[in-house]
């Protein structure tokens, strides 16, 4: 069991902060010119890529690195408000009682992450690691794994996104994609993940 790895993304995956961002977003909408959105249209957009809601809201691509600083900056100031995904913190926490070495990686800021950590009484990871790249996640993971000597065959990648499943692919490692985040059942199941995680208790079974 203590041979088993799991990375975790954050936004989606262990803080439902889906709400927050689409808030902040139309809230920067009029200063970078991109089109605001309700929440009925940002759930039918779970259907679509990261590129394809990029796209779609006309955001301009130059423009991407400060809208994502400036997202985080005001995440910040309400991630106290920030709830857990429903049934996460119980898992994390058998997880890490079996031995599980767990981390993060994530586009969010660790600022952001340890903060929302702390807040939820959660002390399971071994490590936390921030990357400001939202297309090349695959680097990062494998600095993480070269940093902590971990092999390829022990390491799942957990994300909700179809970035994730790419990103992991890319590396050599398993993906197991969880259907309550930023991408839907429909998406991430047509890219035939190692495993499609419905239900958080099932991130159990993988590491058996």
Known sequence: MKNKVLIFDFDGTIADTFAAIVTICNQLADEYNFHKIT??????????????????????????????????????KDITNIRLIDGVKDVLIQLDQLGVQMGILTSNSTQNVEGFLKNHGLDVFDFVNSTSKIWSKDVNIKKVITAHDFKLDEVIYVGDETRDA?????????????????????????QNPDYLITKPEQLLDIVK
């Open 39 to 76: 929440m009925s249209e940002a759930q039918v957009m779970k259907n679509n890529t990261l590129k394809e809601t990029i796209q779609q809201l006309n955001i301009p691509f130059l423009k991407i690195p400060i809208i994502i600083t400036k997202a985080k900056t005001a995440l910040f």
């Open 166 to 190: 790419d990103a992991a692919r890319r590396v050599g490692i398993k993906i197991a994609s969880v259907t309550w985040g930023y991408n839907s059942p429909k998406v991430l199941s047509a």
